[in-house]
């Protein structure tokens, strides 16, 4: 193997490369041998950094540099500058704002410092297209240890010891199941599933890890097959997932050239072979039975549970599914023991757990934490707060199916059990930041009208309950609820938790019920004062251009869709409330904070210009 | 092996085991169902070319079994085999749809000839439906819908649980699946067109209208919807003129919105075709359009 001096590290994960980041690794290579750097200098594609908020990324190693919004024409200036002087290039590191110095290491930076990582140990790392980078950094080392060394029923020992739960959101001990799936043995045919249809939206992590340590993910599953007894184990990815998809059949190939999947695996005597399946693009497969019924080529829908996938699953086989995130814990575990895991995190969720940190916060991006770290911590430490001088508001948790967690709440350990006392549920682990410009009404609306699609019409309760709540809910953001509407809500909630048939009915209610307790006053100003308090229900609210403040730039001028803002350059201009769609196109674009929004009903009469023609609107 | 699986409803006895080791000898592969419940569970749960019952099973009675199973799968094909032939039983099976009534009493060979024809029936019918469509296809001169289509499946192989993966290709190279595609794959899969269809309705990557040169995805996930989607959403259908699931006059743009592209860092975030426009404002969305002719 080749030694290099420098090792630039590019990051080719989704959100690295819609910002060109295979430009910059191109870029970097023609400069570094235009310099005739190429022998000392190598530059790795790597998945994921986590750090997406700041995409491109570019780390230098063995220093530990941290480049961030690299962009094609930095590219000459940091090769001259670090690469050929050693210099620093101050104009590409992080700051935690402008004009505050500038941190060159990566671990320097709040938003890495406070992670630990295990799922994600190898993103930004290693190139995940490369089975040998995995192997050089600790890959394939548990597989030969777990089956020259360990019986299956040892591996699953080890796996209880360490306390792992099932990361794709319900925390069902893994090593139970495993074992559950071992013992059942009404056939010699086992399946095992690899569930990578994360449908739950503003959650990453699994396309993350198939992208950044593909490898990982293979690792826990051959040793889990091993465990439980398996030859054939499934992938199932989502097919919006393009990358993702590549780079695990990559993987897959590479690993039976190398003779770690196929017959005889490291001539252990075990037979085990993986094949990918694309996703349809239906929420509801994300649940065990209709994901399924989805890899045997029918309509993705669950069906009730007993009898459990691992007495009758694929075809009515035994069958053992985990989440992704799960799978790419195994391989530490058989390395460094159940023991050292469960060291980690609180009493009953042990370990780390990798959450997709979104929304309205600074530094968003993927995070890798021990389990009983504070909310807090999380969105103000490592999310470095909320952009703009904005006032947090909430955070939701566990996709559609999970909760609105409020202010007061936010020291709350996150772990299993604290997020279901406050309502929510730990989930797949996307935490979406929401501060007080977003409509808490507005926001359960929007999932509740999310699992109205993705219903798969079964049963009635879900069906049937969850329309009935989007529509009252529309009705509320439209202005045009009524009293009785928050109980009907609570009555309707309760009936389609209690009496549907899978978890995407059961949990549905979620996010309506925690809008309710912890926002119920916002609920109140919408149905009887017609305000939206986060000024974002556009039946509720009115666009006002402030004269004194409009340098008429005419930017909102140029941007307005229905020509409602007319005027001069460098006069102040008008905005003809008659044409306006409240598209916020204006909003959006004006520097000088001459556009306002302001509520179409106000509960005082406010003197001014507008004033009483806003009052005339409400009489109508 | 041939290409035809049968179920045999009956209770189990020395006579059903027979005719399982009759019709598996033959090269059919073949299941059994102890009752009228069970059967309709298994049809619901895959597909059968032809079913052996006896009338008077437990469960669900015979007659209506027979109802209930053409409800389930219409191209399903029926053999009565029953200990206590009446001529009212055979009259009344033969209306419901049955292609033969027979008495237990017969020899197993002669049970087998009649499958046999019934089958060889079901497959010059096939074959048929299959020589319509290529030569609808040749006459509309899609000659390379045809190849295409042929190509994906010995790609993905002639396996019931290959379907999707299948209409996943063929959706990838044309942008829809065309009615005679589906056609065509059900055929070959020697699945009822139902199921393709129902596959083909109930995944959202689907579609049967046919789709704009290029496809705008509009992400309203949660992390796109708190920063703005909806307002990047309602700006795509002023700027196109179309709404969320509709296709420009010109062909040129499809405008779908799709849950989650998982790219929740740049949000906003629009996919067209497969090129991903991350922290998207509406003042951007016309210059992203111009890039795509």
Known sequence: ?620 | MKDFSILIVDEPDDLRERYLRTLESDGYSVEVADDGNQALAKIRGSSYDLVLTELEIPGVEGLKLLKLMRNLDPEITTIIVTANPTVEGAVESLKGGAFHYLSKSIPPEKLLESVNQALEKKRLRQRAELLRIEKKMRATSDLEGLSEVDEIMNRQGYEPSSLIAILQDIQKQRRYLPQDALRLVSARLNLPLTRVYGIATFYKAFSLKPRGRHLVNVCVGTACHVRGATKILEALERGLGVEAGGTTLDERFSLETVRCVGCCGLAPVIVVDENFHGKLTQEKVPAVLAEYT
């Not at chain 1, 056939?187 to 950044?212: H, T």
């Not at chain 1, 780079?247 to 050239?257: C, F, Q, V, W």
């Not at chain 1, 069906?463 to 009555?491: A, F, Q, S, W």
């Not at chain 1, 251009?545 to 140029?558: D, N, P, V, Y």
Request: aromatic share 8%.
């Open chain 1, 1 to 620: 193997m080749k030694y290099y001096r420098t090792h630039l590290l590019v990051c080719t994960g989704t959100g690295c490369v819609s910002n060109k980041s295979f430009d910059v690794k191109r870029r970097l290579e023609e400069e570094i041998s235009k310099h005739g750097l190429e022998d000392e200098v190598l530059v790795v594609p790597t998945g994921c950094n986590g750090f997406c908020e700041r995409g491109p990324i570019v780390v230098a190693q063995p220093d530990g540099i941290f480049f961030q919004q690299v962009s094609e024409k930095d590219v000459p200036a940091l090769v001259e500058e670090y690469l050929l002087k050693g210099r620093p290039v101050e104009k590409l590191m992080y700051r935690l704002e402008e004009g505050a110095p500038a941190i060159p290491k990566m671990w320097d930076i709040d938003f890495f410092r406070h992670q630990q990582l295990i799922a994600l140990r190898n993103r930004g790392l290693i190139n995940p297209e490369s089975i040998d980078d995995y192997i050089a950094h600790e890959g394939y080392v548990a597989l030969p240890k777990a089956l020259g060394e360990m019986t299956p029923e040892e591996i699953i020992e080890e796996v209880k010891t360490s306390g792992l739960r099932g990361r794709g959101g319900a925390g069902f001990p893994t090593g139970l199941k495993w074992e559950f799936c071992r013992k059942a043995n009404s056939s010699d045919i086992k399946y095992i599933i690899c569930n990578g249809d994360e449908g739950d939206p503003g959650a990453f992590m699994d396309r993350s890890i198939l992208e950044a340590d593909p490898h990982a993910v293979l690792e826990g599953m051959i040793i889990g097959a091993y465990a439980i007894g398996a030859n054939q184990g499934f992938v199932y990815v989502r097919d919006e997932y393009p990358l993702a998809l590549r780079r695990i059949s990559l993987a897959i190939e590479h690993a039976e050239e190398y003779g770690l999947l196929g017959e005889n695996i490291l001539d252990s005597g075990f037979n085990f072979s993986v094949k990918v399946i694309r996703g349809g693009g239906a929420f509801v497969c994300g649940e065990e039975t209709a994901l399924m019924a989805s890899i045997e080529g029918r309509e993705g829908r669950p069906r009730p549970r007993p009898p459990f996938p691992a007495q009758k699953g694929l075809w009515g086989r035994p069958t053992n599914i985990n989440n992704v995130e799960t799978w790419a814990n195994v391989a530490q575990i058989v390395i460094r023991g159940g023991e050292w895991y469960s060291q980690i995190g609180t009493e009953k969720s042990k370990g780390t757990k990798v959450f997709s940190l979104v929304g309205k916060v600074n530094n968003t991006g993927l995070v890798e934490v021990p389990m009983g770290i504070s909310l807090r911590k999380i969105i103000f430490d490592i999310g470095g707060g909320i952009p703009n001088g904005k006032k947090f508001k909430a955070v939701q948790s566990g996709g559609p199916s999970g909760g609105c967690i409020p202010e007061e709440l936010i020291d709350l350990p996150v772990d299993y059990e604290e997020l279901t006392k406050a309502g929510a549920i730990m989930g797949s682990g996307g935490l979406i930041v929401m501060d007080e410009d977003t409509c808490m009404v507005d926001v359960a609306r929007y999932f509740v009208s999310f699992l109205e699609e993705e219903s798969c019409g079964k049963c009635t309760p879900c069906r049937e309950g969850i329309k009935r709540m989007r529509e009252i809910l529309t009705d509320i953001v439209e202005g045009n609820g009524k009293e009785g509407d928050i109980e009907t809500l609570e009555n309707l909630a309760n009936v389609v938790k209690e009496a549907s048939l899978c978890g995407l009915g059961a949990t549905a209610p979620n996010p309506v019920l925690t809008t309710i307790r912890y926002f119920r006053d916002e609920y109140e100003a919408h149905i009887r004062d017609k305000n939206c308090p986060a000024r974002a229900c556009k039946a509720m609210i009115v666009y006002q251009l402030i004269a004194e403040k409009c340098t008429g730039c005419q930017r909102c001028f140029r941007v307005c869709p229905t020509g409602a803002i007319s005027g001069v350059a460098l006069q102040p201009h008008r905005l003809d409330s008659d044409k306006c769609v409240k598209c916020g196109a204006c909003l959006e674009v004006c520097q000088f904070e001459a556009i306002a929004v302001e509520p179409l009903y106000p509960k005082v009469s406010v003197a001014g210009p507008y004033g009483s023609e806003r009052n005339d609107k409400a009489n109508d």
